[in-house]
């Protein structure tokens, strides 16, 4: 069984920056793409940041392309996600979640589908004020 359990998350200032970490158990670690997630309140999951599995690609929203980084360190199956330049609006509950097949990192328009990812973990609340 795959656990996924993301921290990290916390009230912060607009401007301000937060880590992200999720680590995971059940699966070799190295061999899955991994992604951020986002749900705000009243609105649809949306994806955040892609990384394949040695972490020498990434993709991003347009919304964060610039301000956030999504890293990996196999050694320890964690993924990151360091966010900086915060904003009211990335207020949300930020989601993990490991691939569904491995060895397989996809183009951009299928690693940000939800289809994509098939473990997840509960969530952690992100909240940014003005």
């Known amino acids: ?9 916390g009230l912060v200032q607009a ?3 937060l880590k992200l970490s ?23 999951r949306e994806f955040v940041a892609a990384v394949s599995m040695n972490g020498g690609r990434t993709y991003y929203a347009d919304s964060v ?21 915060l904003k009211p609006e990335d207020t949300a509950v930020y989601y993990c979640a490991m691939a569904r097949q491995p060895y397989y990192f996809g183009s951009s328009y299928y ?7 098939d473990a997840w973990g509960q969530g952690t609340q992100v909240t940014v004020s003005s």
Not at 1 to 9: A, L, P, T, Y
Not at 111 to 117: D, R, T, V, W
């Open 22 to 44: 999720c680590v995971t158990s059940g699966r070799t670690f190295s061999s899955y793409v991994m992604g951020w997630f986002r749900q705000a309140p009243g609105k649809e």
């Open 111 to 117: 690693q940000q589908g939800i289809e994509a990812y």
């Open 65 to 85: 392309k610039g301000r956030f980084t999504i890293s990996r360190v196999n050694a320890k199956n964690t993924v990151y996600l360091q966010m900086n330049s």
């Open 15 to 17: 401007g301000g920056s």
């Open 1 to 9: 069984q795959v656990h996924v359990d993301e921290s990290g998350g």
